[in-house]
């Protein structure tokens, strides 16, 4: 029996075209929602009537990832991702953005995201330890938590404070530039994950100064590990009984001197020697000075903020 319904393109003559404004909205919000949120603040909204309701929903913000492609210090970014937050109306389950952030910013997620599930950060240069500590102890859902190449001090006991305010944690990406021997030996890190994380089922230390004391306690203390990556943790001496352990236990295992290609970020391995009290020396980038912005108090609340209002100001 023949079906009674028909494809666009099976009853479409030549030269005849679909007009998208007539798409059902559920289907306009299936693609929309895939352009993410620069584009469809900067663009999709300012379509049609229609595009900037449906861009408006909070169902569109559930997820939101904003990466920085312009300058250091573009105040833009910060202020377009706290309008998405906004938008989100307490609803938002994942967030990821980068080249930019503060602790003021994770402070605004906190507050306002408390389905939050997954965070993720990279290049933030202006997170500190005590920002970080700050905006997650209000997270108590968090699953995943990305923290790759923020310049933090004192990094191991926002970890101890991380894993005790969320029991639910289960993928920990917390990576750096890797440094080649001689380098300072810490297991700080290493510690404070097998002390507060037990639940873990994926970490990524890339970059990471622990050694094979430390990498023992976080396989003694995080039974339910299946993916564990040790890139550039030239430390560990990744042989003989330790390295049958992991692999007997693990599930996915990547060794120190494994291959970088897919690894996202810069893979540049430094031969220099590292300080341990040195934070910054993990990330080689301009002075803060070079992109160092400030926001007013003003402008950090953009609870009624709109990206197209004063258009001129926001990018330059």
């Given at each position: 029996?023949?079906?009674?319904?028909?494809?666009?393109?099976?009853?479409?003559?030549?030269?005849?075209?679909?007009?998208?404004?007539?798409?059902?909205?559920?289907?306009?919000?299936?693609?929309?929602?895939?352009?993410?949120?620069?584009?469809?603040?900067?663009?999709?909204?300012?379509?049609?009537?229609?595009?900037?309701?449906?861009?408006?929903?909070?169902?569109?913000?559930?997820?939101?990832?904003?990466?920085?492609?312009?300058?250091?210090?573009?105040?833009?970014?910060?202020?377009?991702?706290?309008?998405t937050v906004d938008r989100s109306q307490g609803g938002?389950?994942?967030?990821?953005?980068?080249?930019?952030?503060?602790?003021?910013?994770?402070?605004?997620?906190?507050?306002?995201?408390?389905?939050?599930?997954?965070?993720?950060?990279?290049?933030?240069?202006?997170?500190?330890?005590?920002?970080?500590?700050?905006?997650?102890?209000?997270?108590?859902?968090?699953?995943?938590?990305?923290?790759?190449?923020?310049?933090?001090?004192?990094?191991?006991?926002?970890?101890?404070?991380?894993?005790?305010?969320?029991?639910?944690?289960?993928?920990?990406?917390?990576?750096?530039?890797?440094?080649?021997?001689?380098?300072?030996?810490?297991?700080?890190?290493?510690?404070?994950?097998?002390?507060?994380m037990p639940g873990l089922c994926y970490l990524q230390?890339?970059?990471?100064?622990?050694?094979?004391?430390?990498?023992?306690?976080?396989?003694?203390?995080?039974?339910?590990?299946?993916?564990?990556?040790?890139?550039?943790?030239?430390?560990?001496?990744?042989?003989?009984?330790?390295?049958?352990?992991?692999?007997?236990?693990?599930?996915?295992?990547?060794?120190?001197?494994?291959?970088?290609?897919?690894?996202?970020?810069?893979?540049?391995?430094?031969?220099?020697?590292?300080?341990?009290?040195?934070?910054?020396?993990?990330?080689?980038?301009?002075?803060?000075?070079?992109?160092?912005?400030?926001?007013?108090?003003?402008?950090?609340?953009?609870?009624?903020?709109?990206?197209?209002?004063?258009?001129?100001?926001?990018?330059?």
């Amino acid at each position: 029996m023949a079906s009674s319904s028909s494809s666009p393109s099976s009853t479409m003559k030549e030269g005849e075209y679909v007009n998208w404004l007539e798409l059902p909205p559920e289907l306009t919000s299936s693609i929309l929602i895939r352009l993410g949120a620069i584009e469809i603040v900067d663009n999709a909204q300012e379509v049609c009537r229609s595009w900037r309701r449906l861009c408006k929903d909070p169902s569109m913000w559930r997820r939101i990832v904003i990466h920085n492609t312009g300058e250091f210090g573009d105040p833009y970014y910060e202020r377009l991702c706290r309008h998405t937050v906004d938008r989100s109306q307490g609803g938002l389950v994942e967030i990821e953005f980068s080249y930019f952030g503060s602790d003021s910013l994770l402070s605004y997620i906190a507050d306002r995201s408390h389905k939050l599930r997954s965070l993720k950060v990279a290049m933030g240069y202006k997170i500190t330890s005590e920002g970080l500590m700050h905006a997650v102890s209000k997270l108590p859902l968090l699953e995943e938590l990305e923290v790759s190449y923020c310049p933090l001090s004192g990094e191991a006991e926002a970890l101890k404070v991380i894993g005790q305010s969320c029991p639910n944690l289960k993928t920990l990406k917390k990576n750096c530039v890797g440094y080649r021997r001689p380098r300072d030996e810490s297991d700080d890190v290493a510690l404070a994950i097998a002390e507060t994380m037990p639940g873990l089922c994926y970490l990524q230390l890339f970059g990471d100064s622990l050694t094979e004391a430390g990498l023992n306690a976080i396989l003694s203390a995080c039974p339910n590990l299946e993916h564990l990556d040790l890139r550039q943790c030239f430390n560990v001496n990744f042989v003989g009984d330790l390295e049958k352990r992991c692999f007997e236990r693990i599930k996915v295992v990547r060794p120190p001197n494994d291959s970088v290609r897919d690894y996202p970020f810069d893979a540049t391995v430094n031969d220099d020697v590292c300080s341990s009290d040195d934070d910054y020396s993990d990330v080689d980038i301009m002075s803060e000075d070079e992109f160092y912005y400030d926001l007013s108090e003003d402008a950090s609340d953009s609870s009624d903020f709109d990206p197209y209002e004063d258009y001129d100001d926001l990018l330059y």
